[in-house]
């Protein structure tokens, strides 16, 4: 089981950024996808959420019409199309699978299977 989140680095504010999540090793279109970000000194975050064969899509408050999550389950791959960044979003994002059961719990680490390396997503002038 493989997971690789990519695409970070460093922008001005305001800037864009698109992360990519390939998977491979266990049933994608049937896994959901958790994006998390984890900034230093803080717990990880739910950032958002996407259900296997888009059944549903989620973000937390914070990133709410400026990130967009998506899959394309041809390419067992996801994305997490980041617009008009801020300072506040600079941490290390990862990209999570499982199945996570209950809805109320997509934000919760432990309830997903698989984890990828995280990418550094930098935000600064």
């Known amino acids: 089981v493989q997971l690789q989140a990519s695409g970070g680095g460093s922008v001005q504010p305001g800037g864009s950024l698109r992360l990519s999540c390939e998977a491979s090793?266990?049933?994608?279109?049937?896994?959901?996808i958790g994006w998390f970000r984890q900034a230093p000194g803080k717990e990880r975050e739910g950032v958002s959420y996407?259900?296997?064969?888009?059944?549903?899509?989620y973000y937390v408050d914070s990133v709410k019409g400026r990130f967009t999550v998506s899959r394309d389950d041809a390419k067992n791959t996801a994305y997490l199309q980041m617009n008009d960044l801020k300072p506040e979003d600079t941490a290390v994002y990862y990209c999570?699978?499982?199945?996570?059961?209950?809805?109320?719990?997509?934000?919760?680490?432990?309830?997903?299977?698989?984890w990828g390396h995280g990418t550094l997503v930098t935000v600064s002038s």
């Open positions: 999570a699978a499982g199945h996570v059961p209950l809805l109320r719990l997509w934000q919760v680490p432990d309830e997903y299977d698989y």
């Open positions: 090793g266990f049933q994608f279109d049937y896994s959901v």
């Open positions: 996407i259900a296997s064969h888009d059944r549903g899509i």
